[in-house]
């Protein structure tokens, strides 16, 4: 059973950063990416990264805000914040695609299915 572990969360005021972190427990997937879930909405997707090439995608609200990172050696994939919003505000995951997805930002992008989650991570964002 693959586990994923986050750690990182938060609370921050507007303007800060913080630095997520998901170790996972085999890094064997073509893509990892980092989700959120705010209160009264849908979970989406935010950032993936190919863990092969190391090619980035981010949905535009995060865009120049947010990256994503891994370190291959530990096993883990970052998710850098800065210049956090009040709507960032959202129990943040690491997930990996299911079966059958090719694409790592078509998975993000399209909201194809995820295969593992980690047990989420909270961000809260004061303004």
């Known amino acids: 059973q693959v586990q994923l572990m986050e750690s990182g969360g938060g609370s921050v005021q507007a303007g800060g950063s913080l630095r997520l972190s998901c170790t996972a427990s085999v890094y064997n997937f073509n893509c990892m990416g980092w989700f959120r879930q705010a209160p009264g909405k849908e979970r989406e997707g935010i950032a993936s990264i190919h863990t092969g090439g190391g090619s980035t995608y981010y949905i535009d609200s995060v865009k120049g805000r947010f990256t994503i990172s891994q370190d291959s050696a530990k096993n883990t994939v970052y998710l850098q914040m800065n210049s956090l919003e009040p709507e960032d505000t959202a129990m943040y995951y690491c997930?990996?695609?299911?079966?059958?997805?090719?694409?790592?930002?078509?998975?993000?992008?399209?909201?194809?299915?995820?295969?593992?989650w980690g047990q989420g991570t909270q961000v809260t964002v004061s303004s």
């Open positions: 997930a990996v695609p299911g079966d059958g997805v090719i694409g790592c930002a078509g998975w993000i992008r399209y909201g194809y299915a995820s295969k593992y």
